[in-house]
């Protein structure tokens, strides 16, 4: 309590310092490196603080589009919301009779917000349902998403751009098994392509009519500029969720020659996805499945026949924001909207209401803010993910979110969870030659017209100080709104001492005590 209890203090204190007291005037190098690259310095938006003293202040109070450094707030909220111990969870449930080996009736798959749902994780579950003697089940395979509201808020949703088959695409739900990709392995000579793909799925074929043309097989990634275009899929036969009607899956494009590479796509309706993988894996342990597969709710009686938990959520947070899943934070954003934890059996499910589960999420990060005295206005979020056109936040709400992050009881895994400047997620190849380099950690955000950066950085003195940088100007992309930036997190590394309006605040004790957590 007394940490958060400071928490809150400190971010009073932000909140009534008057800003424009504060510097801001950009330093030279940040300032330089604008104008080289033609970007106006109303499109960058700074704060920086080193305890209860703001530093540097730039229009940090506008809302402006975060991109992935919005990911912070999403797993700080989680953390302190749903707590350390959280774990999502999926069931096999039934409330049907077995005799002789033979369940007369239905199974359900329930999903849970099981964020490491996998092929083997399913293969283990059924499994433990033939290990009960389990070998046919006469009813339906029954899929229960009902956890999030809607229960498939991928279907009819536009894309967000023209890769709608990546996997920083994905629209999570409550049963997302293998997040619904298949992984190609895409191997060419100078004159065939050679596809394979896993998991190998009931009647499901991977063809292609890509062009193999003469290219450099490193510098390949999916895309429009290698020449990579959306697959197609055709289905055809049955439409009964039976698993017997056909999927043909066409790669379109081009691919060099003499190349071999891994790329991830979702494109199957993962209706199809699981009904296909639960069957194989179901037929390969003996066991046969002889309704159909649809989707619906568990039975209020139906008893718990075998289960899996994901990892604890410090886990899954750091797979969150090292390497800037977007997946994984909107699930975690609808979790806080659909779940609570429990020390019991780490989360259960809220009371069912009408409302969306995107609305309660908003409701439950807004309620966290003010309980830290952090004004939620102008504040904007969509899916807690930074994918989005949508999603707004002030350099001062961030910085005050990151401020309670260092006072936070889980402030060690937090901290934990985010990129390490030179080392490693999003920030490995960034500055390298700086003294950030191994002691900053930042969280990076971009999308087309938007680069951020946010995250924590020890002055040359070893004071950790709050960074939050963004820019939003159609002219950010190709490297010239990640200089800006860098230059600035450079800078605060390299300043010997920090001050807000001439003076040098201390650094609460808090903050100084977690220090090393930043080196």
């Not at 395979?141 to 229960?151: E, G, H, I, S």
């Not at 017997?244 to 796509?265: E, Q, W």
């Not at 069912?352 to 206005?377: F, K, Y």
Request: glycine share 8%.
């Amino acid at each position: 309590m007394i940490c958060r209890r400071l928490a809150v203090v400190v971010s009073l204190a932000l909140l009534a310092f008057p800003l424009a007291h504060a510097q801001s005037t950009l330093p030279e190098p940040v300032a330089r490196l604008l104008a080289a690259n033609q970007l106006p310095d109303d499109a960058l938006s700074v704060l920086v603080l080193r305890g209860d003293s703001v530093v540097l202040a730039h229009r940090a109070q506008r809302p402006m589009q975060a991109a992935s450094t919005i990911k912070l707030v999403t797993t700080l909220v989680a953390l302190e919301t749903l707590g350390p111990t959280f774990r999502g969870r999926t069931e096999l449930r039934t409330n049907a009779p077995l005799e002789n080996g033979v369940l007369k009736g239905d199974l359900v798959l329930r999903g849970g917000a099981d964020t490491d749902l996998t092929d083997d994780v399913l293969e283990n579950m059924l499994r433990a349902l033939r290990n009960q003697g389990i070998r046919q089940i006469d009813g339906r395979l029954v899929l229960d998403r009902q956890l999030f509201n809607p229960a498939r808020s991928d279907v009819g949703a536009p894309p967000f751009d023209e890769a709608p088959e990546a996997y920083y695409n994905v629209i999570p739900d409550a049963l997302l098994v293998n997040k619904n990709m298949l992984q190609l392995d895409l191997r060419a000579t100078d004159k065939r392509l050679q596809i394979n793909s896993q998991p190998a799925l009931d009647n499901v074929t991977i063809t292609s009519d890509m062009t193999l043309v003469n290219a450099d097989c490193n510098a390949w990634e999916a895309g429009a500029k290698s020449g990579w275009k959306l697959p197609q899929v055709e289905r055809q036969g049955s439409d009964q969720g039976d698993g017997d009607g056909k999927i043909r899956v066409t790669l379109h494009g081009a691919f060099p020659k003499n190349c071999a590479r891994m790329y991830s796509i979702n494109v199957l309706d993962r209706e199809d996805y699981v009904d296909r993988l639960f069957r194989l894996r179901w037929r390969q342990l003996g066991g046969s499945l002889r309704g159909a597969t649809v989707e619906g709710a568990m039975p209020l009686d139906a008893r718990l026949l075998a289960e899996h938990a994901s990892r604890a959520l410090p886990d899954i947070i750091r797979d969150t924001n090292k390497p800037s899943d977007n997946a994984l934070a909107r699930t975690l954003f609808l979790s806080l909207g659909s779940l609570e934890a429990d020390p019991a059996i780490g989360s259960h499910a809220l009371p069912p209401t009408g409302e969306p589960t995107t609305v309660r999420a908003d409701r439950a990060i807004r309620t966290w803010l003010r309980a830290h005295a952090i004004d939620d206005s102008g504040a904007v979020f969509e899916n807690g993910s930074g994918l989005s056109r949508l999603e707004r936040i002030s350099a001062l709400q961030l910085g005050s979110v990151l401020q309670a992050g260092l006072t936070s009881q889980w402030a060690p895994e937090f901290l934990s969870s985010m990129p390490i400047v030179g080392i490693d997620g999003t920030m490995r190849r960034r500055l390298r030659d700086s003294p950030a380099a191994g002691h900053a950690r930042m969280k990076t955000g971009t999308l087309h017209g938007v680069v951020a950066v946010a995250g924590y950085v020890n002055d040359a003195a070893g004071r950790p100080c709050v960074v939050v940088a963004m820019l939003n100007d159609e002219r950010a992309g190709d490297g010239r709104g990640r200089a800006v930036l860098d230059a600035l997190v450079d800078w605060v590394a390299r300043s010997p001492e920090p001050v807000a309006n001439g003076v040098a605040s201390p650094v609460p004790a808090s903050a100084a005590a977690l220090s090393p957590q930043l080196r």
